[in-house]
């Protein structure tokens, strides 16, 4: 079976709703993916969750 590539977390910036990709952060067990630090966009520093957005927005 073909190895099928790793979809990374994805991160909407609250202030201006630009979607960025999460950076990796390596650990013992592997790597996870964390917000960054500031929206490249804005400047801001408050993302949530893709998957979590609609509810955030509600």
Request: with cysteine; proline share 9%.
């Amino acid at each position: 079976m073909a190895h099928l590539p790793e979809t990374p977390e994805r991160y909407v910036c609250t202030n201006c709703l630009v979607v960025s990709v999460g950076v990796v952060e390596h650990a013992d067990d592997g790597h996870r993916y964390e917000p960054p630090a500031r929206c490249g966009a804005c400047g801001e520093d408050a993302f949530v969750r893709e998957e979590r957005y609609p509810q955030h927005a509600a």
